[in-house]
């Protein structure tokens, strides 16, 4: 299994550009989420999705936009790029089951604009 | 209030110390909690998870819950320098979230 894979790994955008960072999972996992890491801070949800064509808002959702189309994959989409986004992206997935809710991250992607 | 919320350190410990950290959360629901630890410029490691009220042990790792006061910590005992890392407290909630507290930068001298 190669768990949770991440493309690209570094990216530099212009501002007012839009691009789409990819997520995919190989375990099967029905939860996915995004999430955004600014530097010494923690990380701060901006989507997530419980199955196959659901998704929701977490906690930062302004400026970007996702699908969950297939199980495996869940890209997160940035229409209009700004400096305010310039940050390193986590991608994880995991199961809910009953003491079995363990989550996995991927290597991140880390997104500069200019 | 923030839903996950914990000491941001840094901690400093000395080589063979026992490192105490702790969270507490919000969510009186929430049923799932994990410790991630994050080395600089890494993604985070899952190293603990605890579902139910008391001590979970795994090697040198202690994780303790305590639903009642809404605390969950995590031990490490004979602290090395490679546990030097950002540890990050993370809770399920009831809605299926999971969300992060701030993490709590530990450093162990030698």
């Known amino acids: 299994n190669a768990g949770v894979t991440q493309t690209p790994k570094f990216r530099i955008l212009k501002i007012g550009q839009s691009m789409t960072l990819q997520c995919t999972q190989d375990?099967?996992?029905?939860?996915m989420y995004w999430y955004r890491q600014d530097p010494g801070m923690g990380l701060k949800l901006i989507y997530y999705s419980v199955g196959a064509g659901i998704t929701d808002k977490g906690e930062v959702p302004n400026g970007y936009n996702v699908s969950r189309s297939t199980t495996e994959d869940f890209p997160l989409r940035l229409e209009l790029a700004a400096p305010s986004q310039t940050s390193v992206y986590f991608c994880?997935?995991?199961?809910?089951?009953?003491?079995?809710?363990?989550?996995?991250f991927g290597p991140g992607t880390r997104l500069t604009v200019l | 209030q923030k839903e996950v919320e914990q000491n941001s350190g840094p901690l400093s410990v000395p080589e063979g110390a026992i490192a105490s950290l702790n969270c507490t959360y919000s969510d009186r629901v929430s049923q799932s909690f994990f410790w991630y630890r994050q080395y600089s410029g890494k993604s985070p490691e899952l190293i603990m998870s605890?579902?139910?009220?008391g001590d979970k042990e795994d090697g040198r790792f202690t994780a303790q819950l305590n639903k009642a006061s809404q605390y969950v910590s995590l031990l490490i005992r004979d602290s090395q320098p490679s546990d030097s890392a950002t540890y990050l407290c993370?809770?399920?909630?009831?809605?299926?979230?999971?969300?992060f507290g701030q993490g709590t930068e530990l450093s162990v001298k030698p």
């Open positions: 993370a809770v399920i909630n009831q809605g299926g979230k999971l969300i």
């Open positions: 605890i579902y139910s009220n």
């Open positions: 375990m099967n996992h029905n939860y």
């Open positions: 994880a997935s995991g199961h809910m089951g009953e003491n079995d809710n363990e989550q996995f």
